[in-house]
């Protein structure tokens, strides 16, 4: 895959995992009383799933660096998309509409 297209596809991951962690884990953990800081572990689940899903493995595509076990590299890009789901929204919300309130 090429680097451009796998940045793109580990953006939109990025995106749905926050999307879909919030949409569907958070209702629950507030239906059910328990601590919301618990919805960054169940991102980096999501993460680590659609990464492996998708057999995205960000490190080998785009710095050509192959983890010596089989899913290390996976693993890795799915627990950079869980936390860069987060990372994303927190720069959107903190630096993009804030750009745009300015202009």
């Not at 328990?34 to 980096?44: C, G, Q």
């Not at 785009?62 to 693993?75: M, T």
């Amino acid at each position: 895959m090429e680097a451009t297209a796998t940045l793109g596809l580990a953006l939109a991951m990025a995106f749905l995992a926050e999307s879909m962690t919030e949409y569907f884990s958070k209702p629950l953990l507030e239906s059910l009383h328990w601590d919301v800081r618990y919805l960054r572990y169940i991102a980096a689940l999501v993460g680590v799933g659609l990464a492996l899903a998708y057999e995205l493995d960000a490190l080998k595509s785009l710095l050509g660096v192959a983890a010596p076990l089989p899913y290390a590299g996976k693993v890795l890009t799915g627990l950079m998309l869980g936390r860069g789901a987060n990372f994303i929204h927190d720069f959107y919300t903190s630096y993009l509409q804030r750009e745009k309130k300015a202009v």
